[in-house]
């Protein structure tokens, strides 16, 4: 199975802040990497497919990047509506498999 | 509108059987390929399996926590996936979500999601 490690696990920043998530891969995937926001209590909504694609209504301060084993997230400008946590997710080859998750929280 | 809608979650005690359902509406859902997703509580998301379409075999995939012991099936004529799953142990306690996995060319990602069904194994 590959494995998909995200880092940081948890990270604090100020609302306008830019900030990246990052996630490295097992083996490679070329960009078959996909992004998911949650927020308490809902389900995962898709930010991003094929690691650098927004998803359609997905603001334009979402960003993603990377290829082979290393892709990152980021979010330009943190809006209040963006505390949440981040998953991403490959499907080179199943199972799928998710990341652990990076919680976004206010300073 | 794209909807997937859960059902069936409850309490069950370790060793009994519980199916879930996902109605979907507002696609094509004979074509499409159905996944579920699971999370513990306080946990990440694991995916639990797959059902493709009629067009491409109506095969499954399982992950390996469940192999065995779950059947994902689907009624294309009412627009409905299911989740059987048997011989449940407490760590399959989870919200489980069904998905559409949308496939383009070679690559393929989770896309809507249901709000997600509570399934509790407790003695």
């Known amino acids: 199975d590959i494995h998909l490690t995200q880092s940081p696990s948890s990270l604090s920043a100020f609302v306008g802040d830019r900030i990246t998530i990052t996630c490295r891969a097992s083996?490679?995937?070329?960009?078959?990497l996909n992004w998911y926001q949650q927020k308490p209590g809902t389900a995962p909504r898709l930010l991003m497919y094929?690691?650098?694609s927004l998803q359609s209504g997905v603001p334009s301060r979402f960003s993603g990047s990377g290829s082979a084993t290393d892709f990152s997230l980021t979010i330009s400008s943190l809006q209040p509506e963006d505390f949440a946590t981040y998953y991403c997710?490959?499907?080179?080859?199943?199972?799928?498999?998710f990341g652990q998750g990076t919680k976004v929280e206010i300073k | 509108e794209v909807q997937l809608v859960e059902s069936g979650g409850g309490l069950v005690k370790p060793g009994g059987s519980l199916r879930l359902s996902c109605a979907a509406s507002?696609?094509?859902?004979?074509?499409?390929?159905m996944s579920w997703v699971r999370q513990a509580p306080g946990k990440g998301l694991e995916w639990v399996g797959r059902?493709?379409?009629?067009?491409?075999?109506?095969?499954?995939d399982y992950a390996a926590p469940v192999k065995g012991r779950f059947t994902i099936s689907r009624d294309d004529s009412e627009n409905t996936l299911y989740l059987q799953m048997d011989s449940l142990k407490t760590e399959d306690t989870a919200i489980y979500y069904c998905?559409?996995?949308?496939?383009?060319?070679?690559?393929?990602?989770?896309?809507?999601w249901g709000q997600g069904t509570l399934v509790t194994v407790s003695a």
């Open positions: 998905t559409t996995e949308i496939a383009v060319v070679i690559s393929s990602w989770f896309d809507p």
């Open positions: 507002g696609f094509i859902f004979s074509n499409a390929w």
């Open positions: 059902i493709r379409s009629k067009a491409d075999g109506e095969t499954t």
């Open positions: 083996q490679s995937i070329s960009t078959f």
């Open positions: 094929s690691a650098s």
């Open positions: 997710q490959q499907s080179f080859t199943s199972p799928r498999t």
